[in-house]
């Protein structure tokens, strides 16, 4: 950090392109390197804090979310098993697979319309079985 300091300090005396005098460009060269160092130190702190933030968050997941979502995962396991095999298949393709309506259309040899109708039943089933359950 220091040798890109005394860079860039170097550099900004240049850019100014003024006369030579030893006095004045030594204590115009402390200044500027002074700020610069400052400048950096900010842009590490807030770095670094902003990191320690992130790690805090991550911290967060408590074993009761742990629990909750391990509950929801076999829920969702659960619906998935009683889509129709139709539905699931267009869902899992989706979902899974990223595939656009049109490329499941192609692949199963349907209608896109076809493809919308039986994500939408799915979709409306996971939504009310995860919702609220039975």
């Known amino acids: 950090m220091a040798t890109d300091i005394a860079q860039d300090s170097f550099m900004k005396i240049w850019e100014k392109n003024l006369e030579y005098n030893e006095n004045q460009i030594k204590g115009l060269l402390y200044k500027i390197s002074k700020e610069l160092w ?3 130190y900010r842009k590490l702190d807030s770095a670094r804090k902003f990191e320690l933030n992130l790690t805090y968050e991550d911290e967060r997941i408590t074993p009761e979310d742990l629990l909750e ?3 929801l995962r076999v829920k969702y396991e659960e619906v998935l098993s009683i889509l129709p095999e139709n539905q699931r298949e267009v869902f899992l393709m989706s979902r899974m697979e990223d595939l656009t309506y049109k490329e499941i259309a192609d692949r199963l ?3 896109v319309k ?3 109708k039986r994500m939408s039943l799915a979709l409306r089933t996971l939504r009310k079985e995860l919702k609220y359950g039975k």
Do not use: K, R, T
Request: aromatic share 8%; hydrophobic share 35%; proline share 0%.
């Open 109 to 111: 040899d349907i209608g």
């Open 114 to 116: 076809a493809i919308e």
């Open 38 to 40: 400052i400048s950096q």
């Open 69 to 71: 979502y391990d509950e």
